[in-house]
């Protein structure tokens, strides 16, 4: 390396390679190979889980209640207000996956109570169209 005109060498004894737990990373290594991955979870990302959630939680009420898979449905639900900020701003991503013809997020609802990861809870209810 050459610095202000004047070249040094580094060899291996000049420097000390460790590892050390990022905060916020898992990294992995296997020989010369190093993963990392950032495992920060933002809000947009935590919204993103629930609605993945919502859309798993309302296939299996379809399931259970033995809808045909082309069957298109009505959901309605009432949440946490942080499920229900993600089911708005997942509402097409949800409708599309869980053919709903209707998402309707509603305060007086009669209808499957369920926990949801992040000690979140809805209430879903599902129909057919």
Partial sequence: MTINDEEFAIT???VIIATEDIPGWKVASDGEITVALDVTVTPEL?????????????QNIRKDQGFEVTDRIRVRLQGSAAVEAAATAFREYISAEVLADSLVLDGDIVGEGLE???EETVVLAVGRV
Wanted: aromatic fraction near 0%; charge should be negative.
């Fill in 46 to 58: 935590a919204q993103e889980g629930l609605a993945r959630e919502l859309v798993n939680r309302i």
């Fill in 12 to 14: 291996l004894e000049d």
């Fill in 116 to 118: 949801l990861p992040g």
